[in-house]
């Protein structure tokens, strides 16, 4: 049995006529939500707030008021007023020139000449002399000339002292110390001996030895002669 369609439920023949007025409803709605306007909604005039302008302060001017000095009282005016004459007469000052005339005679000072006072250096120790005392016979550098200086000193001692001597005193064997002082003066003299021994007439027989050293050359500071003081010390050796 062959069943058939009314043609008039068959809904295919309306499909593109609904799908045309689709269409144009969505344009419609489309178009009509573009072209709806919205207005801000207004609160009322509350005026215009400009929040950038800057605040300014308003410093009142202030005025310094003048200080009033004190007004002090008027001197009290004199009981009477006496009028005195001008009868002093002016004596003006002459005012004298410096200037010399050719008739006035010019003093002139005499110039007396000072004489330089001679610089006076005291004794020199030898050590720090800057020329040393020359013995006689010693030649070299300044170190050669101390080194001759001292030992041609011993060997005078060594040669003129009596080496008996402490053995007659009956001093204690042993070794036995004598200082001996003297000064080289300006003019190369032996001066101002000077001795302390173990015993007075040690003391004694040193100074007499040291007296017989010969002449020297005389010592220099800053190249002028001056007295230069020496000391050694001697050791005596008892049996």
Not at 170 to 194: A, E, H, P, T, Y
Not at 200 to 218: A, R, Y
């Amino acid at each position: 049995m062959e069943i058939k369609k009314s043609p008039k439920s068959n809904l295919e023949n309306f499909s593109k006529i609904f799908m045309q007025i689709g269409l144009v409803l969505a344009l419609f709605v489309t178009y009509k939500s573009i072209e709806y306007k919205t207005f801000d909604k207004t609160y009322g005039d509350l005026g215009v707030v400009n929040m950038s302008a800057e605040m300014e302060e308003e410093i009142p001017i202030t005025v310094k008021p003048e200080r009033i000095e004190p007004k002090s009282p008027p001197p009290p005016a004199p009981e009477k007023i006496e009028i005195v004459k001008d009868e002093e007469e002016i004596v003006e000052t002459v005012i004298e020139t410096t200037e010399t005339d050719e008739t006035v005679a010019v003093v002139v000072a005499e110039i007396v000449e000072v004489e330089e006072v001679e610089e006076v250096i005291e004794d020199v120790s030898f050590m720090i002399i800057e020329d040393v005392p020359v013995f006689p016979g010693c030649s070299g550098n300044k170190d050669e000339l101390k080194d001759c200086f001292s030992k041609m000193v011993q060997k005078h001692f060594s040669r003129k002292f009596d080496a008996e001597l402490p053995n007659e005193l009956g001093l204690s064997s042993g070794r036995k110390r004598v200082f001996i002082g003297f000064k080289i003066d300006k003019n190369g003299n032996i001066v101002n001996v000077q001795a302390r021994g173990p015993h007075p007439k040690i003391e004694d027989e040193v100074i007499k030895v040291m007296k017989q050293l010969p002449k020297m050359k005389p010592g220099k500071q800053r190249g002028k002669p001056v007295g230069v003081k020496y000391s050694i010390p001697f050791t005596l050796l008892v049996e």
